[in-house]
């Protein structure tokens, strides 16, 4: 067998073996992506090939948590590029607001350890709050879900370092994010938490009920899925929103194919996308 073969053998073998034992469905993923994640892994442990890191495996849990963690990338931030969420403050809340929908269901999917959430969260709240005639907090609800359960022990905690804040807007700061302990994380304020339930969730496999959210925002996640996937997802976000409801993609991502006509454009620049 070539070497190139057996490089690209031996790479399927250890891609199977990540999904049939993490639940970690690889195949859905770029193989530019885990090829770059893995490398790094292998690195680390001095490891050139593919099965002798399978093996690795075989006899190092921590190692294999250490992989997925790489895998994952969840690199995240509060109030990452701010510019979308002005726009999701302006054009996407206000509108769900002044709506007739009893309950307002939001889903943040691919949360990491929970920015994104409590960024959503704090910016509903202040729109509740600052517009008491519409109702009351309790009328928004916020599902945010991760397919690593170690990033959502975190999000669960809701404390955040000086890193992850410094695009967080300085009212916003004050109001929702202090006090700040003695290792300098700032602790998000309880009715931020009562806004949020945090869930381990595949989102290339399960999805909420048909029709049910009113918002989803999904960023910085799906560009590692390969297009298939990302088209399928698509679809799929389609079917779980109510019509009217709002899909954001961000600054990274976008649809792609036959998904483009399932959304009407309501901000192109920051990929904001009402369902059709
Ligand atoms: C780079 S973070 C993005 C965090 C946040 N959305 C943001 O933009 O700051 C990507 C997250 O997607 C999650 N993820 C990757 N594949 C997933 C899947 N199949 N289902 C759910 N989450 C997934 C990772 O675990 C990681 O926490």
């Not at 949360?111 to 009351?136: D, F, I, K, N």
């Not at 006090?179 to 909420?208: Q, Y």
């Not at 109510?242 to 899909?247: D, E, I, K, T, Y």
Request: charge should be negative; proline fraction near 4%; charged fraction near 25%.
């Amino acid at each position: 067998m070539s070497a190139a073969a057996d490089d690209a053998e031996s790479f399927m073998a250890l891609t199977e073996k990540i999904s049939r034992e993490r639940g970690f469905g690889t195949a859905s993923y770029k193989d530019g992506c885990l090829r770059r994640r893995i490398a790094v892994r292998m690195r680390a442990n001095r490891v050139d090939d593919y099965t002798a890191y399978s093996h690795l495996l075989d006899n190092d849990p921590l190692e294999f948590d250490r992989l997925l963690d790489a895998l994952t990338i969840n690199v995240t931030k509060l109030f990452r590029n701010n510019e979308v969420w002005d726009a999701v403050a302006a054009s996407v809340l206000p509108e769900l607001w002044a709506g007739e929908s009893i309950r307002i269901q939001n889903w943040v999917a691919g949360c990491a350890s929970g920015e994104e959430a409590y960024t959503l969260a704090a910016l509903w709240h202040r729109h509740v709050t600052t517009h008491p005639a519409s109702g009351a907090p309790d009328r928004v609800r916020i599902t945010a879900s991760d397919i690593d359960s170690r990033s959502l022990i975190a999000a669960a905690e809701g404390a955040f370092g000086p890193e992850t804040l410094t695009e967080t807007p300085d009212s916003i700061r004050g109001r929702y994010f202090a006090p700040v302990d003695t290792d300098g994380r700032a602790h998000a304020a309880p009715e931020l938490r009562e806004m949020i339930r945090f869930e381990r969730r595949d989102l290339l496999s399960e999805l909420p009920p048909a029709g049910a959210l009113h918002l989803i925002t999904c960023r910085n996640v799906i560009i590692y899925f390969d297009r298939p996937s990302q088209e399928a997802l698509m679809k799929r976000f389609h079917h779980a929103l109510a019509v009217g409801g709002f899909l954001v993609l961000g600054k990274v991502e976008t649809l792609l194919g036959p998904s483009r006509l399932l959304f009407d454009v309501v901000d192109q620049r920051n990929r904001i996308f009402r369902r059709a």
